[in-house]
């Protein structure tokens, strides 16, 4: 995993954040839609594949490589938003 700062736990609940115009601290616990540990060691270890779960109105996407992706859940309007570049 190359991309972003941070674990990709913080860097999923950033990126929500940004796509929320809301701040980090607003966001619900991500332990409460995943186990944020167990998340980032499957990530780091991961050597091909995805993983995705929702969390705050968001389906999130996890790449092997780490790239994030948002679509928001439950709306007719999705909003995708891609980290990376």
Request: without cysteine; glycine residues 8%.
């Amino acid at each position: 995993m190359t991309q972003g700062e941070g674990t990709i736990s913080v860097r999923i609940v950033d990126k929500v954040a940004n796509a929320t115009d809301t701040n980090v601290l607003e966001q619900p616990r991500l332990y409460d839609a995943v186990d944020s540990d167990a998340l980032d060691a499957l990530i780091e270890g991961m050597a091909q594949g995805k993983v995705s779960f929702v969390y705050a109105e968001h389906e999130v996407t996890v790449e092997s490589d780490g790239a994030i992706t948002l679509d928001q859940h439950g709306s007719d309007d999705s909003t995708v938003e891609t980290d990376g570049e």
